[in-house]
């Protein structure tokens, strides 16, 4: 190993450009060069490469989304595309590659380290699904702003008296709303991995009407199939079946684009380094992440076509304790 590349994939996660600067930094201190993709795989596949050094990545570490920029890449789910890649990694003289992702990234990693060339996937993704890792960089900021959002909410809710919906992201995974609904007292839960139906919603914010509360909180994953666009109207045609008047607030990218907690930072640099180790020590084909207290690492193809749910005993509890 002589020269590293670095490349961001996938939605941008508070932390990603923690885990850059680890990485370059890790990199320069073996003596080795390191080289940062421009825009993902586009950027790859574009011959977009830059060398970077020590100086190139410091104060950045505190900045949300990242530097090197991120993009989708259809061409390179192509046999010619990954070749391109390949080519380019090549006359670059790349003797290794950091991918830093979810699980569409990951997947990418897959490919190319399928075809024999030495990649390490870091363990990057809001929406905390990819196996492999308990938690993933950006998980942390985006509970924290989210829950920060859900306490103002809840303040002018109580005010009003009336019933707060809050859409939050996490794709096709529940995960960041049922900790926001436990974190954040909701009164219901919508996730797609238990789905409940508009008229179970509005039944349990009925009973917190019923019980006297000033307030109903009700916490949806963007992915559920009964999300803010399917509920909003149905509480709108039924409005006079509950006691609460109903605000809808769309949290969105909101929660993406925060500046990374102490977390997200440490969590990015210790990935980051942990990336590197293993590429100097000739192991690769893997994602690295946290597993307890200690890094660990998971063979890519254990991951490709496979998401982690979130952990439903946790919403029993949720139900239980919004009574």
């Not at 997200?264 to 590429?279: P, S």
Request: net charge neutral; proline share 3%.
């Amino acid at each position: 190993m002589r020269r590293i590349a670095v490349l961001t994939s996938g939605g941008d996660a508070p932390g990603m450009n923690a885990a850059i600067r680890a990485v370059v930094r890790q990199v320069c201190a073996r003596g080795w060069e390191a080289v940062g993709v421009q825009y993902g795989f586009r950027g790859l596949l574009d011959d977009q490469l830059r060398p970077l050094g020590p100086r190139d990545v410091g104060g950045i570490m505190q900045l949300g989304g990242t530097v090197l920029g991120s993009a989708r890449c259809e061409d390179f789910r192509t046999l010619e595309g990954r070749s391109q890649a390949l080519r380019v990694l090549a006359a670059r003289g790349v003797d290794g590659l950091v991918v830093i992702g979810g699980n569409g990234s990951q997947a990418g990693a897959h490919t190319l380290s399928a075809e024999g060339f030495p990649v390490v996937g870091v363990a990057s993704t809001i929406d905390n699904d990819l196996l492999g890792s308990d938690i993933t960089i950006g998980v942390d900021t985006a509970l924290n702003v989210g829950l920060e959002a859900l306490d103002r909410l809840r303040v002018t809710a109580s005010s009003h008296n009336r019933a707060a919906l809050v859409e939050v992201m996490g794709r096709h995974c529940g995960y960041l709303a049922l900790m926001l609904g436990i974190t954040g007292g909701a009164e219901a839960i919508v996730i797609p991995e238990a789905e409940l139906e508009p008229d179970e919603v509005a039944a349990v914010m009925q009973r917190a009407f019923d019980r006297g509360k000033a307030h109903a909180i009700v916490v949806v994953a963007e992915g559920a199939r009964n999300n803010a666009t399917r509920l909003v109207p149905f509480f709108r045609l039924n409005r006079q079946r509950f006691g609460f008047e109903l605000r809808a607030t769309i949290l969105g990218h909101v929660q993406r684009g925060g500046t990374p907690t102490h977390f997200d930072r440490l969590l990015a640099t210790r990935l980051g380094t942990a990336a590197v180790e293993r590429l100097a020590v000739g192991e690769h084909g893997v994602v690295v992440g946290l597993s307890g207290r200690d890094l660990d690492a998971t063979p890519l193809g254990d991951l490709v076509g496979r998401t982690k749910a979130p952990d439903l005993t946790l919403l029993e509890m949720a139900r239980t304790l919004a009574q």
